[in-house]
């Protein structure tokens, strides 16, 4: 089974493409164990406090146009919540959604292991904006500075001024950005890596999928740029979905 990492983005024609092979895998775990569809449990912050995501709707919507699947979504307050084991039991896939980058790496701290767990078993992971970030063994939360100098826009630095690296979620070895080259945060990963925070990575676009299980492919409508520290210097190249 696969790790999936989006890159954001809301574009409903590009749901299918993005959320399709997701879908297939966890319908695969589901089918291994007998159940009648597969479940997905959908892991999300809410930042009006209320366990309710704004965005909701709209990731139903992308799971029914990847191929459909039975959603327990959980909901924790952005402030302070925290996900509980409860929250993956019977999952056969997991989606963990977007919005601030730190309240999630946070939230999902607690099942950090069980995670781990799950994906090593056999069901898929999707994260999905923030979710992708989380993922990464060394995860780049945001920030738009390194010492002081800027290195994206301020709107990308997720209300932290440095750029700062703490451990992920450890699903895949490598840093992963999101919203690529609609925020510009390629650059904030090339400043990074040359800078020595973290070895490299890579940034998505935004409705594109990065997918990384025995192979390693992109789907959607955007690019993958793959950042490198070299001898010479970073090196930057693309995968095209």
Known sequence: MSVH?????????????????????AAERAAAEGAPEPVVALLLLDPHGRQENPYLDYYRGAIAAGGGADVRVTGVSEVDGEFAPAALAGAHGVLVGGGPTPGYRRAVEPIAGELRRLVASGSPYLGFSAGAAIAADTALLGGWRIGGV???????????DEVTVEPGIGLVDLTVEVHAAQWGTLARLIAATEAGLVPGGVAIDEDTALIVGDTVRVAGGGSVWRVEATDRGVLVTTLGA
Do not use: S
């Open 150 to 160: 800027p290195v994206c826009q301020e709107d990308a630095g997720e209300d932290l």
């Open 5 to 25: 990492l989006v890159g954001g983005g809301w574009t409903p024609a590009h749901q299918p493409d993005v959320f399709r092979g997701f879908i297939a895998e």
